[in-house]
């Protein structure tokens, strides 16, 4: 399987999880107003370029999320950014979400600059 088809696989899961609008369209996990139309890794694929395993093991549930594209657009500021790593942390646990996190790191030999938000 390619990276593009895991991708493929990944946002087809999240968005079947995604909560629904009345005619069953995903809504965005952040601002749940509009439609989930993009998937967000939290984990930058342009960090992850050159290392095959740490872009597959960036896809892990617990590393993405589905936004609209107006929340997706503000994903990369600082502040947005601790927002969404709360979310995923209530959505999944923090614990899967930091281990999911560390999986990647260890794949990047620990070159990721992440310092993961507390509660």
């Known amino acids: 399987m390619t990276v593009n088809d895991e991708?493929?696989?990944v946002r087809a899961r999240l968005l079947a999880k995604s909560p629904k609008d009345k005619n069953?369209?995903?809504?965005?996990?952040?601002?749940?107003?509009?439609?989930?139309?993009?998937?967000h890794e939290?984990?930058?694929?342009?960090?992850?370029?050159?290392?095959?395993q740490?872009?597959?093991l960036s896809f892990e549930?617990?590393?993405?999320?589905?936004?609209?594209?107006?929340?997706h657009d503000e994903a990369p500021t600082r502040s947005v950014e601790r927002e969404l790593w709360l979310i995923l942390y209530e959505r999944y646990g923090e614990d899967v979400v930091r281990t999911a996190y560390a999986k990647v790191q260890d794949a990047m030999r620990g070159t990721l600059a992440f310092d993961l938000p507390e509660r």
Do not use: Q, S
Request: net charge positive; proline share 2%.
């Open 7 to 9: 991708r493929r696989r």
């Open 54 to 56: 740490a872009r597959a």
């Open 24 to 39: 069953g369209h995903a809504l965005c996990w952040r601002c749940k107003a509009r439609r989930a139309t993009d998937m």
């Open 42 to 52: 939290i984990v930058n694929r342009a960090v992850t370029v050159g290392n095959e």
């Open 61 to 71: 549930e617990g590393l993405c999320l589905m936004l609209c594209r107006p929340c």
